[in-house]
């Protein structure tokens, strides 16, 4: 899998180059202007020895004696040349940012700059420096405008001059400019065959984000994925795919990332069981939980309960879910759970577990459907040979508009099976016309929510 990702981003990384048109190419082709050869200056004998005592204090972190000695030097700056005096700036610059100071060290290098007859070397690379310092102090736009001035001037400017003019862009905003700089850069990479760095990469990934440009984001991640082994960039790929509605994808990257012990955080454990579940792989989401709570990385609580007790429902572990699901139902105490323990009871044939748990529900109260659980008690008390407290059960879900009609139904069908009871045991009884129209008389089924035992029946 990590090499037909990997393929296949390379694919798009030059793919993504190449979209961009021929104006960063040309642009790319383009060599600066060449400044006219200037004749260059040294350092004197007597100049040299006085930096050296500067570098002997900055290699020894001594950077107030650096200072001293620079300043002992700057006091007969008069008496410099022009290279001199830039060497002079180039070492405050250093001490400066050596001490985090950083307005001391971009004072130091604009100085450096102001110098004429600057060696092409000590140029740019105080320019770059320069830029540099501006973004570090997070004025981005003053780090871009010399940034333009440093790619405008250098012969081959490297691709992390481009990517630092991408992040100054980024960090202001600038997220066609941030696109545009990184894909030259990517473009340079290539032509010098250099493989594209992480960083690069996170970094488009991070602008087409910006610009809500998904696909695009997607297909650098998948490039990210398949070349480092981080979690992130899989469950950042994972959540990209469902952000673009790609649930299949986005199952397949969770999935990949979780088998590779990258998925470890609550949510996104709870998320993958999700989407099992959804893809309809409920035996997989089944896995997930019970590993997850037993390593402790998912908390027993009555939300992961309940997605627990439900993935074991759709994969009809039956058995496996009534522990949880007592579980749930003393920790919540909520009627629907005791609906749902009835139900999962039901499903193993222990009629007497359901009929307890049902009406337990009742009694907790706040139902939201009481005439649906007046039928699937009556179906419990019926298969368990309840047959008058069933038949009660089904009369009072009778008066429900939606169910009514049904729990009719049944009220005939069960009073004719009492009756069929009866007459083998040689009892008289009512026909059904007549046990209906007693019924009707007495008001039985107006919505009543309990139900009689028999042995109450036997009694009345």
């Known amino acids: 899998m990590k090499l ?17 048109g021929t104006g960063i190419a040309d642009e790319a ?8 050869t200037k004749q260059t200056q040294t350092l004197r004998a007597d100049t040299y020895k006085k930096m050296e005592v500067v570098q002997a204090a900055f290699d020894n972190k001594d950077y107030p004696g650096a200072i001293r000695a620079l300043d002992e030097i700057k006091a007969r700056s008069d008496k410099l040349n022009d290279y001199e005096r830039a060497t002079l700036w180039n070492y405050y610059a250093a001490v400066r940012y050596a001490q985090n100071d950083v307005p001391g060290a971009i004072v130091a290098y604009s ?12 140029r740019n690379n105080s320019l770059y420096s320069l830029a540099q310092m501006y973004f570090i102090s997070e004025d981005y736009k003053k780090a871009v405008a010399v940034l333009n001035r440093y790619l405008t001037t250098v012969e081959d400017p490297s691709p992390d001059a481009h990517v630092l003019m991408a992040q100054a862009h980024y960090q202001g905003a600038d997220y066609k400019g941030a696109e545009k700089s990184l894909l030259t850069a990517l473009k340079l990479a290539r032509d010098n065959q250099q493989a594209p760095k992480e960083n690069w990469l996170a970094l488009l990934r991070g602008v087409y984000y910006e610009q809500q440009e998904y696909d695009k984001s997607v297909r650098v991640l998948e490039l990210l994925a398949g070349s480092y082994i981080k979690d992130s960039y899989w469950l950042q790929l994972s959540g990209m795919y469902g952000l673009n509605n790609q649930q299949p994808r986005q199952l397949s990257a969770l999935h990949a990332a979780y088998r590779n012990g990258m998925v470890t ?8 069981a999700r989407l099992y579940m959804v893809e309809e792989a409920p035996f997989a989401a089944v896995r997930v939980l019970t590993q997850g709570m037993r390593s402790k990385q998912l908390a ?3 939300e992961n309960l309940q997605l627990y007790a439900q993935a074991l429902s759709l994969a009809k572990e039956y058995e496996q879910q009534v522990p949880v699901l007592k579980k749930l139902a003393e920790m919540s105490g909520e009627a629907k759970h005791y609906v749902y323990l009835g139900q999962a009871q039901a499903e193993l044939g222990r009629w007497g577990d359901a009929i307890g748990a049902y009406r337990t529900a009742f009694k907790q109260g706040g139902l939201e459907d009481p005439a649906a659980v007046q039928m699937q008690l009556g179906t419990a008390l019926f298969n368990d040979g309840k047959l008058l407290d069933a038949r009660q059960s089904f009369i009072a ?9 049904t729990a009719a139904n049944w009220v005939k069908f069960v009073t004719a099976e009492i009756q069929k009871r009866d007459a083998l045991r040689g009892v ?24 009689q035992t028999e042995q109450e029946q036997a009694e009345a």
């Open 265 to 272: 955080r609550e949510p996104d454990l709870l998320n993958l």
């Open 300 to 302: 027993v609580n009555v």
């Open 111 to 122: 100085t450096v700059l102001k110098q004429p007859k600057l060696p092409d070397g000590l």
């Open 428 to 451: 008289s009884s009512l026909s059904v016309e007549e046990v209906e129209a007693v019924d009707e008389e007495a008001g039985v089924g107006e919505g009543d929510e309990t139900t």
């Open 29 to 36: 082709k383009k060599k600066p202007t060449r400044p006219p």
């Open 397 to 405: 879900a009778r008066s429900s508009p939606r169910v009514g009609p």
């Open 4 to 20: 037909r990702l990997t393929i296949a981003a390379s694919a798009v990384v030059l793919g993504l180059v190449l979209a961009v």
